[in-house]
């Protein structure tokens, strides 16, 4: 009986159509995915070095090679360099599996997370050198202030633009000092004013947020009241990671905030940190057009498409946590596309 009822409670808000997507004529378009949580130390790096560096994401990265641009959030450095500060959970992976990274089409990589300076400043520096060899555009932290606040900004397809990255408001320190290393930091107010002085440069501003508390379902008010004060000086999409568990979408002023897209690759062993998402869109002169989903799951420090069960179980999460019950799915083949009820 469980069972029916969910499956009635999918078919009245699950839109299931198979059916063409239209398509445009404009060569203008810019096509983005973004992925949350990356790992690539303790099983993960266990696992790499035993299965090699294409065994994380060789089962989810025709998803992503496809796309113009793929941002995710690295957890730690990549580095041998430095030396472990004293806390409890630090994290550094292999300079050389940046080639994880590269081999599955993520090029953009937000550095701005409480775990980027888990070996000091040496590595947080010869993190971004790797990255920058590799062609991959870190952003969101640097050697003082002012570099972790610079945006990666992208011209292509005749389009700008612009990806900023910092941990989440308010931050956990008040003060800052402007020279110190590390992720961007800065106060909301100096946020903004760095997203209204290239506003009329680009034709879109995406921030990456690390914010929000771990393991927890829902953001927290204050997220809501940063997301929105952020869109409505003139961001265009939002993304949000560090709770390692999915959060809901909101679309608020016709702009999408993604909570929190979960653990893309990591070795936690709870459920719902094991399940994710991949959010995707194209940029073009029509905006952001074609926003979707799709569910993902990691098994044996693997990512992989998520199971029909699980999928469901993720999109149903996803509904039920999102702006009042206001986003529903029309599915297409894999991939969930975003609908509202305004």
Same mark, same amino acid.
């Given at each position: 009986?469980?069972?029916?009822k969910?499956?009635i409670?999918l ?12 398509t ?7 096509k ?6 990356i ?18 994401l ?8 496809n796309?113009d641009?793929?941002?995710g959030n690295?957890? @730690?450095?990549?580095?041998e360099?430095g =030396? /472990? !500060? *004293?806390?409890?959970? #630090? ?11 590269k081999?599955?089409?993520?090029n953009l990589?937000?550095?701005?997370n409480n775990?980027?300076m ?21 952003f @969101?932290?640097?050697?003082n202030?002012? =570099? /972790? !606040? *610079?945006?990666?900004? #992208?011209?292509?397809n ?21 020279k ?16 209204q ?15 929000? !508390?771990?393991h ?20 265009d ?7 390692h ?20 690759l ?43 069960e699980?999928?469901e179980k993720i ?7 999102s ?20």
């Open positions: 009986m469980v069972n029916r969910f499956a409670f078919f009245i808000f699950i839109i299931i159509l198979q059916v063409s997507l239209p445009f004529s404009s060569e203008k378009f810019i983005f995915s973004a992925v949350g949580d790992l690539l130390d303790r099983g993960i790096r266990m696992v790499i070095g035993k299965k090699g560096q294409d065994y994380p060789k089962e989810i990265d025709f998803y992503l090679l796309r641009l793929v941002l690295l957890e @730690g450095p990549l580095s360099r =030396e /472990a !500060l *004293k806390k409890k959970y #630090i994290f550094r992976g292999d300079p050389s599996d940046v080639a994880v990274l081999k599955a089409g993520i990589i937000s550095l701005a775990h980027i888990d070996y000091g400043n040496l590595a947080l520096i010869a993190t971004i050198e790797n990255l920058k060899n590799a062609r991959l555009n870190p @969101g932290a640097g050697e202030q002012e =570099e /972790a !606040l *610079k945006p990666v900004i #992208i011209h292509k005749g389009l700008t633009l612009s990806f900023f990255a910092s941990l989440g408001y308010p931050l956990q320190i008040e003060k800052i000092d402007p110190a290393s590390g992720p961007c930091q800065v106060g909301l107010d100096g946020f903004i004013s760095a997203l002085d290239i506003r009329d440069q680009v034709d879109f501003i995406i921030v990456s947020l690390h914010w929000g !508390l771990e927890e379902a829902l953001p927290h008010p204050h997220q809501i009241e940063t997301a929105h004060r952020l869109i409505d000086n003139g961001v999409l939002i993304i949000g990671h560090h709770p568990v999915i959060q809901g979408i909101e679309k608020y002023r016709g702009k999408y905030i993604l909570y929190s897209l979960g653990n893309f990591f070795d936690q062993h709870g459920e719902e940190e094991k399940e994710s998402i991949i959010f995707s869109c194209d940029f073009g002169e029509g905006g952001l057009l074609f926003p979707n989903i799709i569910p993902i799951e990691i098994i044996n420090y693997q990512t992989k498409s998520a199971s029909k699980k999928a999109i149903t999460k996803i509904h039920l946590d702006d009042q019950g206001k986003i529903f799915f029309q599915k297409n083949d894999d991939k969930y596309y975003i609908k509202e009820i305004e």
